[in-house]
């Protein structure tokens, strides 16, 4: 046989190499379990000559738990969805998780992906910039999977939410930009149908209009920056341009400043002002300078994690979390000042 084409060597292959039983090598790698020196250097020995791995998938299975948590993202253009996945590793691992990753179509309903995830017989399921069918949410309660949407909010009381505080987040950066003194100001939408955009959109607009502006003017850039690069180009070439622009997250918002300055010739902070939401690590980078309201990933890849580990979850009311961030103003709407506000007046 090829060396490609070895066959993976079983628990019984190695008992009758080192002239053991079975469940003396089952026990050999059980922490905690008992097991004689002498067998266990027999069994190890004979495991390293075989090239033998446990099969930790197939035992878990056994005690009715896969320790596999399936994630599923909609948008990896996004640079914060990088972000959170490394810490939501890093922290289920710490409880003895492992994630599962599938892709879906940006903000699409990931249906397919999900039963496919269900055959493996996940833990939990975390859903990040997609959503799922009513049927399906009530067949993962039924079966005691735990669902949570991270970054965005279900319409489903059966699924856990952790998101970012959207509303006082839209709110404050509402009033920087009026205390600015920016007069025409616009909102960059992401999806039409996001929960995450349409949150941010509606407290903008509703704390723009309740301090005596007309609604902001509206575009949409998808979520990506080929939208954004569009929407903005459009906002700027209108005959009384927006001198403000609030986009839904940083990685619009970073491509509309690429467009108002080297397509449009405007400094940011002086001729515009440019507001992103998030806080992704590149906001802070000098080429942007991005005044932005802060996402704290860590905080809410653990909150996430939390509730997995939890093994309460499944038998409690589901609910929303929001975890608090603060404004970060930068030079894309203040020239060089770099300071925080926190609160409304």
């Given amino acids: 046989m090829s060396e490609n084409h070895k066959q993976v060597a079983a628990a019984s292959d190695v008992a009758k190499l080192a002239g053991v039983s079975q469940s003396a090598v089952s026990r050999t790698f059980t922490e905690g379990a008992s097991v004689s020196l002498k067998t266990r250097n027999k069994v190890i020995e004979a495991a390293q000559q075989l090239g033998y791995r446990p099969n930790l998938l197939a035992r878990s299975l056994l005690k009715g738990k896969s320790n596999i948590v399936g994630v599923v993202l909609g948008n990896l253009e996004n640079p914060f969805y990088s972000q959170i ?33 269900l055959q493996y017989r996940v833990d939990a399921l975390i859903l990040m910039s997609t959503t799922l069918s009513s049927s ?76 005596g502006r007309p609604a902001p003017i509206r575009e949409v850039g998808h979520f990506s920056r080929q939208g954004a690069l569009a929407a903005a180009r459009r906002l700027l070439a209108l005959p009384q341009p927006p001198d403000a622009i609030f986009c839904a997250n940083d990685h619009m918002a ?92």
């Fill in 254 to 345: 970073m491509a509309c400043l690429d467009v108002a300055k080297f397509e449009f010739d405007l400094e940011p902070g002086k001729d515009i002002g440019i507001v992103g939401f998030d806080d992704v690590s590149a906001a802070s980078w000098p080429s942007f300078e991005l005044t932005t309201f802060s996402q704290p990933v860590a905080l809410m890849a653990q909150k996430a994690a939390e509730l997995i580990i939890n093994p309460a979850l499944v038998s409690q009311q589901a609910e929303h979390f929001v975890v608090p961030g603060e404004l970060l103003i930068r030079s894309s709407t203040v020239g060089k000042t770099t300071s925080t506000i926190n609160k409304l007046g």
């Fill in 85 to 117: 996945l490394d810490v939501l590793s890093t922290s289920l691992s710490a409880g003895g998780k492992r994630l599962l990753v599938f892709t879906v179509g940006a903000n699409a309903e990931a249906d397919a992906q999900i039963d496919e995830m």
């Fill in 136 to 211: 399906l949410a009530k067949q993962c309660q039924s079966a005691g999977i735990p669902v949570v949407f991270l970054n965005r909010t279900g319409q489903f009381p059966e699924c856990w939410a952790v998101t970012g505080d959207n509303q006082r987040g839209s709110h404050l950066i509402g009033k920087h930009l009026i205390d600015c003194g920016y007069q025409r100001i616009a909102f960059m939408a992401g999806y039409v149908d996001s929960s995450t955009s349409s949150e941010r959109e509606q407290a903008f607009s509703q704390y723009i209009q309740e301090q």
